[in-house]
């Protein structure tokens, strides 16, 4: 049982930061846009995250320095993208790249600093429950805040008018600008949340998960982030799914080891990788024409003057 619930919280505490940046980007894309920027708003979230708690001791603070860098970052892409209708794919991919230099940058102080983690809920008398207590009761607030945030955009989806004009914009942009709805704005909106809960997935990493901040140490999880997206067809009921069992495959490497299981270190790091292309292979086999995603994403958009 001991064994069976150290494997349960590794696989929350990887999942997390996956859920996190999922959910945004799913606003993102359900709004019509394609932000392949996740990658670098997730590692300038945990460079500023981790300066912020460091400088400050708090980890709410961290948090919310990690969830302005992304907030920041999204705004360069939404004046390109969006502003300027540079080609999203284009300025998706520079953004992580110009993510990944910059935190190295704002982050080379950072190196061999070590801060305490984010504290863990306890309840007494629930906590100690055997097995179940840690799991249900005993995790940090990034864990139970990930899950209100699936729950919270489920309900804006589809219990609010507001949701249902944001997947108007997304399904087709025309309508909904001929209707009066600001579609530009709209997106706008979509695309800072989306970059706010890519830098506060980040910054959950030194926060939470290790207490350091080690250039590049998102390690291709924005990526996964967005597999996650079309592997949940675009619902945040799926969503969870999907980041749980991804968060699984991520710690099989260190679990394999330890149970001495004699497959290659290299590949079981490569793993969660395979996993979202084999994923994203057999999505793309069973899909016959009834696919749920936004119709207008990745189109540019530019009102009439």
Do not use: K
């Not at 949940?232 to 299981?261: D, E, K, M, N």
């Amino acid at each position: 049982m001991g064994l069976l619930e150290a494997i349960i919280l590794s696989v929350l505490a990887a999942s997390t930061p996956l859920l996190i940046a999922a959910t945004g980007e799913l606003i993102t894309e359900r709004a019509g846009v394609l932000n392949l920027g996740v990658e670098g708003m997730m590692i300038m979230g945990a460079a500023c995250g981790f300066g912020g708690t460091l400088l400050t001791g708090s980890t709410i603070v961290g948090a919310i320095c990690g969830m302005l860098a992304g907030t920041a970052l999204s705004l360069i892409f939404a004046a390109m993208a969006l502003g300027l209708a540079v080609n999203q794919v284009a300025t998706g991919l520079a953004l992580t790249i110009l993510g990944i230099g910059l935190s190295g940058l704002i982050g080379a102080g950072f190196v061999g600093e070590r801060i305490a983690t984010a504290p863990h809920l306890y309840i007494p008398g629930l906590t100690d429950i055997p097995f179940v207590g840690r799991i249900l009761f005993g995790e940090d607030g990034f864990v139970y805040l990930s899950l209100l945030l699936v729950v919270a955009v489920w309900l804006f989806l589809y219990r609010t008018r507001a949701g249902l004009i944001l997947r108007a914009a997304g399904d087709n942009h025309i309508s909904a600008h001929a209707l009066g709805y600001p579609v530009l704005r709209i997106r706008l909106y979509a695309v800072m949340f989306g970059g706010a809960c890519a830098g506060l997935a980040g910054a959950y990493l030194p926060l939470a998960y290790t207490p350091f901040f080690i250039p590049g140490m998102t390690a291709g999880r924005g990526w996964i982030a967005l597999a996650l997206v079309v592997f949940s067809s675009w619902r945040p009921g799926r969503l969870v799914i999907g980041a749980y069992l991804f968060g699984a495959v991520t710690i099989l490497q260190p679990h394999a080891q330890g149970w001495g299981i004699g497959i290659p270190s290299q590949l079981m790091s490569a793993l969660p990788y395979l996993a979202t292309v084999i994923v994203l292979v057999l999505i793309s086999r069973a899909r016959t024409g009834g696919s749920t995603a936004p119709a207008a994403l990745g189109t540019v958009f530019v009102p009439d003057r």
